[in-house]
């Protein structure tokens, strides 16, 4: 398994947990509660995040190994190797965002409600709104409207190539 694989893997995995959020009262039109989905799902979707991890620990421990080099030193290059696949992958939400820094306390990410801490990186949209870099990723995933003030992306079709 080399770091496309394991980025794909990972793509296709937030891909499913955006699927999963169509339950969550993200969404007020399904009418239904987290709880009431059970969580059983996140708990596989956990397990599988822990495995993709394991595999690109051991892809850089055979790389460290072969290579004779400092284990971590290559677990990093195998991250930023992966971190690149991915935003490949997921090119058509990135390409529409940009990249800011909250600059204020109390900021609530639209997504999952929580809030940011100033100096964080976030990713806005057209409209300014920030958000979580993983949530609004994810939720670009499956939508092209921006998840507090419904501005439309305008200038790419989102889509999925997993
Ligand atoms: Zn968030
Ligand atoms: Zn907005």
């Given at each position: 398994m080399d770091e496309e694989k394991i980025a794909k893997l990972r793509a296709d995995l937030l891909h499913r947990l955006s699927n999963w959020g169509?339950?969550?009262?993200?969404?007020?039109?399904?009418?239904?509660?987290p709880e009431a989905y059970g969580g059983g799902e996140l708990d596989a979707e956990h397990l599988e995040y822990e495995w993709l991890d394991t595999k690109t620990k051991e892809l850089a421990m055979s790389r460290a190994a072969a290579q004779n080099r400092d284990f971590n030193q290559v677990l990093n290059e195998v991250e930023i190797k992966v971190s690149l696949h991915l935003a490949i992958i997921m090119e058509p939400a990135i390409a529409a965002t940009t990249v800011v820094t909250?600059?204020?306390?109390?900021?609530?990410?639209?997504?999952?409600?929580e809030e940011m801490e100033r100096g964080d990186e976030a990713r806005a949209m057209d409209c300014m709104h920030a958000f979580h870099h993983d949530c609004i990723l994810q939720w670009l995933h499956r939508k092209?409207?921006?998840?507090?003030?419904?501005?439309?992306?305008?200038h790419k079709q989102i889509q999925s190539h997993v």
């Amino acid at each position: 398994m080399d770091e496309e694989k394991i980025a794909k893997l990972r793509a296709d995995l937030l891909h499913r947990l955006s699927n999963w959020g169509d339950y969550s009262t993200l969404d007020v039109s399904y009418g239904l509660i987290p709880e009431a989905y059970g969580g059983g799902e996140l708990d596989a979707e956990h397990l599988e995040y822990e495995w993709l991890d394991t595999k690109t620990k051991e892809l850089a421990m055979s790389r460290a190994a072969a290579q004779n080099r400092d284990f971590n030193q290559v677990l990093n290059e195998v991250e930023i190797k992966v971190s690149l696949h991915l935003a490949i992958i997921m090119e058509p939400a990135i390409a529409a965002t940009t990249v800011v820094t909250v600059d204020e306390d109390g900021h609530v990410c639209g997504v999952c409600q929580e809030e940011m801490e100033r100096g964080d990186e976030a990713r806005a949209m057209d409209c300014m709104h920030a958000f979580h870099h993983d949530c609004i990723l994810q939720w670009l995933h499956r939508k092209n409207t921006c998840p507090l003030c419904r501005h439309v992306m305008l200038h790419k079709q989102i889509q999925s190539h997993v």
